[in-house]
């Protein structure tokens, strides 16, 4: 029996059956809740902000006025980056390997809708960070042997 109501959508259908190809239900299940935070903003969103600026402007409560009025600059501006969670499974970034490996991972998510590109833009840097860290300390170990090929000369 298909998981998929008939209303479906073969779009909906296909990320889950490549979800459960690339390892199961649990990351089909962060893709449809995704799908589905993005989708219920978006069918909503012009009736919430008009409901903001109305309480923005009109709101008995002074907390109420500035509540509505973050919610507006939020959506106009975005929330600061800092405070949001990414969920993405990575292999190992011990080795320039595991680096390679993840930035794959994260284009992917990123085609498939499940990062947003400023997502998949700040773990690319942390990333390109770690292979920094990883490089400087090889060119380090070699100094190092070639330093100790020296003294013994």
């Given at each position: 029996?298909?998981?998929?109501?008939?209303?479906?959508?073969?779009?909906?259908?296909?990320?889950?059956?490549?979800?459960?190809?690339?390892?199961?239900?649990?990351?089909?299940?962060?893709?449809?809740?995704?799908?589905?935070?993005?989708?219920?903003?978006?069918?909503?969103?012009?009736?919430?902000?008009?409901?903001?600026?109305?309480?923005?402007?009109?709101?008995?409560?002074?907390?109420?006025?500035?509540?509505?009025?973050?919610?507006?600059?939020?959506?106009?501006?975005?929330?600061?980056?800092?405070?949001?969670?990414?969920?993405?499974?990575?292999?190992?970034?011990?080795?320039?390997?595991?680096?390679?490996?993840?930035?794959?991972?994260?284009?992917?998510?990123?085609?498939?809708?499940?990062?947003t590109p400023s997502e998949a833009q700040a773990l690319g840097g942390l990333l390109e960070t770690q292979r920094k860290a990883i490089e400087s300390a090889e060119l380090e170990?070699?100094?190092?042997?070639?330093?100790?090929?020296?003294?013994?000369?």
């Amino acid at each position: 029996m298909s998981p998929w109501p008939a209303s479906a959508s073969k779009v909906e259908r296909d990320r889950w059956q490549k979800a459960q190809r690339r390892g199961g239900g649990r990351q089909a299940c962060r893709t449809r809740q995704r799908q589905k935070s993005v989708r219920l903003p978006r069918e909503h969103g012009p009736d919430a902000i008009a409901e903001l600026a109305r309480l923005a402007k009109e709101a008995q409560s002074e907390q109420a006025r500035i509540s509505a009025c973050n919610a507006l600059l939020d959506r106009a501006y975005g929330r600061s980056q800092a405070s949001q969670l990414i969920e993405i499974d990575l292999p190992d970034v011990s080795k320039v390997q595991g680096i390679t490996d993840a930035l794959t991972a994260i284009l992917r998510s990123t085609a498939d809708g499940e990062l947003t590109p400023s997502e998949a833009q700040a773990l690319g840097g942390l990333l390109e960070t770690q292979r920094k860290a990883i490089e400087s300390a090889e060119l380090e170990a070699r100094i190092e042997q070639l330093e100790q090929i020296a003294r013994k000369r």
